[in-house]
Nanobody
Framework: QVQLVESGGGLVQPGGSLRLSCAAS????????MGWYRQAPGKERELVAT???????DYADSVKGRFTISRDNAKNTIYVALNSLRPEDTAIYYC???????????????WGQGTQVTVSS
């Protein structure tokens, strides 16, 4: 069974920083694009940042210059450094990955359980 397990959320003051981690576990053949999404209360889930297996990154305009996504392919893990946090960054942050469980299968979309990030003074 493939799982994505996030960690690193919490409460931080405006202007502060956090680092989230997401590790893929289980038996699988390969992982393609991984990324972070977030969902604030009463809003739809939105893209935060993605990273390809080769390291190409893509960011939402609202986080460019403040958040940095990175990836360790050997550990099947991605990270996102959240800097200069604002109250509007408050949300549940979800890890996402496109994973192929075996050579003969296609890539499937997986989600983590989410980790809460709260930015408040």
């Amino acid at each position: 069974q493939v799982q994505l397990v996030e960690s690193g959320g919490g409460l931080v003051q405006p202007g502060g920083s956090l680092r989230l981690s997401c590790a893929a576990s289980g038996i699988f053949f390969s992982i393609l694009t991984m990324g972070w999404y977030r969902q604030a209360p009463g809003k739809e889930r939105e893209l935060v940042a993605t990273i390809s297996v080769g390291g190409r990154t893509d960011y939402a305009d609202s986080v460019k210059g403040r958040f940095t996504i990175s990836r360790d392919n050997a550990k099947n893990t991605i990270y996102v450094a959240l800097n200069s946090l604002r109250p509007e960054d408050t949300a549940i942050y979800y890890c996402n990955a496109h994973i192929k469980r075996s050579y003969s299968m296609g890539y499937e979309n997986y989600w983590g359980q989410g980790t809460q990030v709260t930015v408040s003074s």
